[in-house]
Nanobody, 122 residues
């Protein structure tokens, strides 16, 4: 199982970025995949989990959208209305479970991609 996140960069407040999570060794259409983010000195925070639907944490609800391209075996995180507090390293993760756990917590996911840095600043 491998995950590779990409697409991070610098965005202005109010702007948009799209992150990608390319998967190999499993099919993203079959298993739950989550997005996390981590800022320096803080624990990695779950922001979404997708199985047949997507659950978003309040901090990103209405601004971030997860999508999936089964042909490319890739998940996407479309981030809009970005805020400086969205600055973080973003990760995708799976535990090869069919359904998302009740809460998107770090300990529920065992396979991680490398992170991609998102910086929101004017």
């Amino acid at each position: 199982v491998q995950l590779q996140a990409s697409g991070g960069g610098l965005a202005q407040p109010g702007g948009s970025l799209r992150l990608s999570c390319a998967a190999s060794g499993f099919n993203v259409r079959d298993y739950a995949v989550a997005w996390f983010r981590q800022t320096s000195g803080k624990e990695r925070e779950g922001i979404s989990c997708t199985d047949t639907t997507t659950r978003y944490e309040d901090s990103v609800k209405g601004r971030f959208t997860v999508s999936r391209d089964n042909a490319k075996n890739t998940m996407y995180l479309q981030m809009s209305s970005l805020k400086p507090e969205d600055t973080a390293v973003y990760y995708c993760a799976t535990d090869l479970q069919l359904r998302c756990p009740p809460t998107t917590l770090l300990g529920h996911f065992g396979s991680w991609g490398q992170g991609t840095q998102v910086t929101v600043s004017s």
